[in-house]
């Protein structure tokens, strides 16, 4: 049961890293196609008017997703580990505070989790919209908290998994 559960949260998790990289590709082309137009009216002085309203929202919202959808996969791939303090620890030792700052990743995850899905409820009952676009909150922060909870999973199993000495360490 264990098994296919860690199978199946790894495998979400790389779905979701490979469509951060998408969105991190279409945040380059937002941002590109935003400039080209905003030039092309200054050049032109305003007789073509390419530009589109939403540019730095719909960026904003892709990094935010970039980042979410991302986290779960890279949440196990090892941290910054100050070698001068950790270099004479044993690796069974190195393991343990592997396991436990993990852990710690993914109540951090649960507790982002926890907020962003208060806030879709609310930005739902109050009808909250974006700035630009006037897209309703509420879904946006839904989708987020699934990311977090996602996070939050894979961190607890991937943590836990370290602690008890059955997975191997990535740095």
Request: proline share 2%.
């Amino acid at each position: 049961m264990m098994n296919w559960l860690v199978k199946a949260v790894d495998a979400v998790s790389l779905i979701l890293y490979r469509i951060s990289g998408l969105l991190l590709i279409s945040m380059m082309l937002t941002v590109v196609v935003d400039v080209a137009a905003r030039s092309l009216f200054a050049v032109t002085d305003g007789s073509v008017d390419l530009t589109f309203v939403g540019g730095i929202e719909l960026v904003k919202f892709g990094l935010l997703f970039s980042m979410l959808f991302a986290f779960p996969y890279a949440v196990d791939k090892g941290q910054i580990v100050v070698d001068l303090f950790t270099h004479n620890l044993h690796e069974r030792t190195l393991q343990l505070f592997d396991g436990f700052y993990t852990v710690c990743f993914g109540v951090f995850g649960a507790l982002l989790c926890w907020r962003f899905y208060h806030a879709a409820g609310a930005a739902g009952m109050s009808g909250e919209l974006t700035q630009d676009l006037l897209l309703p909150m509420a879904p946006i922060y839904a989708v987020a908290s699934g990311a977090l909870a996602l996070l939050a999973l894979r961190g607890f199993i991937s943590g836990i998994l370290e602690l008890l000495g059955r997975k191997e360490r990535t740095s």
